[in-house]
């Protein structure tokens, strides 16, 4: 049986940056949100199949302002989702690389193109574009190296504009968490 977590999808929005829930930045009005907004945030993260009456007691309001201020985290598009987080590893996807991905064309419409092409490709599990010394660094999960090989060899190798990939591989996952992260600290 898969263990499978349930955990909300917060952005969390700032004045001059976006924060989301692993702390990466874009636009935000996180002054915006008062201490109940947070308290709602942190619970919901930790539990987001949590009930409304036990959100409300949880963060000390009855039930009617908790599930007007929780339709308008979503609204606003502060909360943008729920899910379940499932183990990939009792699935058998055990085997994670590590890729830098370098370019030959680094314009809007190339990194747009491979970009579009990226959100195809089921086996990467992230991707970023970079700066520094490679334009993209993506997270690959497959049940094996064989089968990592032919993903690197069919798909990442054949996506637009690729000039060519280093790859790493993880012997050991030591930090996974899709909590707040950093917000975690400030909620």
């Known amino acids: 049986m898969a263990i499978v ?43 987001g199949r949590i009930s409304i009456a036990g959100l409300a007691r949880r963060i000390g309001l009855s039930k009617s302002p908790t599930q007007a201020r929780l339709r308008r985290l979503e609204t606003d598009g502060v909360i943008t989702g729920y899910r379940a987080l ?26 747009a193109a491979f970009n579009a092409a990226v959100a195809k490709i089921g086996e990467i599990e992230q991707a970023h574009l970079i700066a520094g010394n490679f334009d993209y660094l993506m997270k690959i999960r497959t ?22 990939t280093s790859t790493y591989v993880a012997m050991q996952a030591v930090k996974e968490d899709a909590s707040l992260g950093p917000l975690g600290n400030v909620i």
């Open 5 to 47: 977590q349930a955990i909300v999808l917060i952005l969390v929005r700032c004045q001059s940056i976006e924060l989301n829930i692993w702390g990466f930045m874009m636009q935000n009005d996180w002054m915006n949100l008062d201490g109940f907004d947070r308290r709602i945030l942190a619970v919901l993260a930790e539990d």
């Open 86 to 111: 499932i183990d990939p590893i009792r699935l058998g996807l055990d085997h994670v690389a590590f890729v830098e991905v370098r370019l030959n064309d680094t314009r809007e419409a190339a990194l």
């Open 143 to 164: 049940r094996s190296m064989t089968e990592y090989r032919i993903v690197l060899a069919e798909k990442i190798s054949t996506l637009p504009h690729v000039s060519g």
